[in-house]
């Protein structure tokens, strides 16, 4: 299945295998990211810590857990991947404001940046102008460690690519969805406000709070983050690969379970398109019952399914 509906047209640029990213990172973006990926690990010690020593954790920080990494995640596989990103399916505009709100929650960045790197993600898999491929980074152990290294984390601090914004103009025709990328910074702080307040009204203690803010606010962050950018990482590195693509991409079925089915990449990159990845009945795709809700509640239409099995 080729995308030529969702990808850019190749351009002169595309032609060009030696492309290369350029665009330096502001200072403040740099540390924002830095931020974002080490404070979590001290909000997960403290977490771990309180439980162990304490047994500071209930059935209240179960539920907020549970609860906002469901729809944190969903948010971003349903929402901001299989929607925004492949256009997998249709949905009215309020539904579109509320999933990429909930996927700003996540803390993955903006609707806008999250889509233009996954496009060209797509577009130049495993090869050279592919953001985050583990396989880019020379031969033998050294190279695959870090290879696998750029494409968890190392990407995010590096040069980006000049051109991410033509593979966003659709996105940025609709008014509501630029405000919605827009409010980034505000999603991510009700992320931890939200299981914050209800962790305190469940409890009537700022103890419940501070728990409510670590394990929905923290904790959630922290798993969801490693899982999605582990896509990226083992899922073009170790699995099975029922279907020839050109890429490196594979089926692993503990991030099948873990990242609501977006484990099964190759998949995925065998059927872009396709709102569901968990293409046999024992591959748990957690984003794919997600829209099949959806339908049956008549929120999503136009939705769309591999033509044949067989790449
Ligand atoms: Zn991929
Ligand atoms: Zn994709």
């Given amino acids: 299945m080729v995308e030529t509906e969702v990808l850019p047209a190749p351009g002169p640029a595309a032609e060009a295998p030696s492309q290369k990213p350029t665009v330096e990172l ?53 929402g901001y991947h299989r929607l925004f990103t492949h256009r997998s399916f249709e949905t009215y505009s309020w539904m579109k404001f509320i999933i990429a709100a909930f996927g700003g929650m996540a803390a993955q960045g903006t609707l806008f940046e999250w889509v233009a790197a996954h496009r060209r993600h797509h577009q130049y ?13 020379g031969a033998g152990v050294w190279g695959a460690i870090k290879g696998l290294w750029h494409a968890h984390l190392g990407w995010f601090y590096v040069n980006e690519y000049d051109d991410l ?3 966003i103009a659709y996105l940025r025709r609709s008014p509501s969805l630029s405000v ?30 501070f728990l409510g803010f670590l394990w929905g606010g923290v904790m959630r962050m922290f798993l969801f983050h490693h899982v999605t950018w582990g896509i990226n990482s083992v899922c ?39 709102a569901r990845h968990g293409l046999r009945w ?15 509640f008549r929120l999503a239409w136009n939705v769309k399914l591999p033509a044949s099995e067989s790449h």
């Fill in 165 to 167: 914004p033509k593979y």
């Fill in 236 to 274: 073009h590195f170790w699995g099975t690969q029922p279907h020839k693509c050109d890429d490196q991409s594979r089926n692993n079925f503990l991030f099948g379970v873990l990242a609501m089915g977006e484990g099964w990449h190759n998949n995925h990159h065998a059927f872009p398109t396709s």
């Fill in 26 to 78: 502001p200072f403040y973006v740099f540390w924002i990211r830095v931020l974002l990926v080490v404070g979590p690990l001290i909000g997960v010690l403290t977490a771990i810590g309180m439980m162990w020593y304490w047994g500071l954790f209930g059935w209240v920080e179960l539920a907020l857990f549970v609860s906002m990494y469901l729809l944190t995640s969903l948010g971003i596989t349903a």
């Fill in 125 to 137: 898999s495993d090869q050279e102008g592919d953001p985050h491929s583990p396989h880019l980074a």
């Fill in 180 to 209: 919605a990328s827009a409010l980034f910074p505000l999603w991510v702080a009700l992320g931890f406000v939200i299981p914050a307040v209800i962790g305190g009204l469940a409890t009537m203690t700022w103890l419940g709070a």
């Fill in 282 to 296: 024992w591959q748990i795709d957690g984003s794919w019952y997600f829209i099949q809700l959806l339908t049956l």
